[in-house]
């Protein structure tokens, strides 16, 4: 199936409230001056209108440019008008032959982007020796900093390799888990919040990293 067979979701994208319909009428130059030279809800009614005005082209552009993931799709969709809120500001409106409607040029120019950047990301790839180098530092509570700021992305990679393991550990080792990887709490904190020696929750911590190993192999391996 080719991307311009893709169904839309519906309805999708929402559009904007507008006060009042007048503004429906303006054209985007006078949408743009208002919103760069306007204040307090002019500023509010011209960039809704402009939006309006795009956000169902923008919207399937990005779909089909995605192949229908829809959250993706959504996700990169609010980025785009994100960045039209802060940068309209400084944006200059110039009529030329090649573009037509300069706004719309750049509104999709903003999204080509921001589909580039999504499929990166998506195809970056975080060595597992980093992704686990990180995560048992983190749960023997040492200090991650170099980590995150040389390879950030390595945080959310393992994150999400850890947590696609939890459903096979019991009730009280999620706790721990939680309790020493997201709250970096010390042994002997963990133990008086379950009401345990320190010694126990060391053995029982012990007990969980093992575990944890052959579950994250097998993900791996199962991903391969």
């Known amino acids: 199936m080719s991307s311009s067979d893709l169904k ?19 054209d985007t130059l006078d949408l743009v001056r208002i919103f760069q030279h306007g204040t307090g809800s ?97 749960l023997s509570g040492e200090d991650t900093t170099l980590y995150e700021l040389f390879a950030p992305a390595v945080k959310n990679k393992a994150s999400a390799l850890l947590y696609s393991t939890t459903k096979d550990l019991t009730p009280e080792q999620k706790v721990l888990l939680r309790l020493r990887y997201n709250g970096n709490m010390s042994f002997a904190n963990i133990g008086a919040y379950l009401g345990k020696s320190e010694g126990t929750v060391k053995v029982q911590h012990h007990r969980l990293l093992k575990k944890l190993r052959s579950l994250l192999e097998q993900t791996v391996e199962d991903d391969l």
């Open 42 to 138: 002019e500023k509010t009614e011209a960039f809704s209108a402009l939006y309006n005005r795009y956000c169902q082209g923008i919207w399937e552009y990005i779909y089909r440019q995605v192949d229908g993931a829809e959250a993706e799709a959504k996700d990169i969709f609010g980025q785009v008008w994100l960045v039209a809120l802060e940068e309209l500001q400084a944006f200059e409106y110039r009529l030329d032959i090649v573009t037509g409607d300069p706004l719309r040029a750049w509104l999709f120019r903003c999204a080509t982007n921001r589909v580039k950047q999504f499929y990166r990301e998506k195809h970056a790839q975080t060595p597992l020796d980093l992704v686990e180098g990180f995560l048992w530092a983190r």
């Open 8 to 26: 839309l979701p519906v309805p999708w994208p929402p559009t904007a409230f507008l006060r009042n319909t007048q503004w429906i009428a303006f």
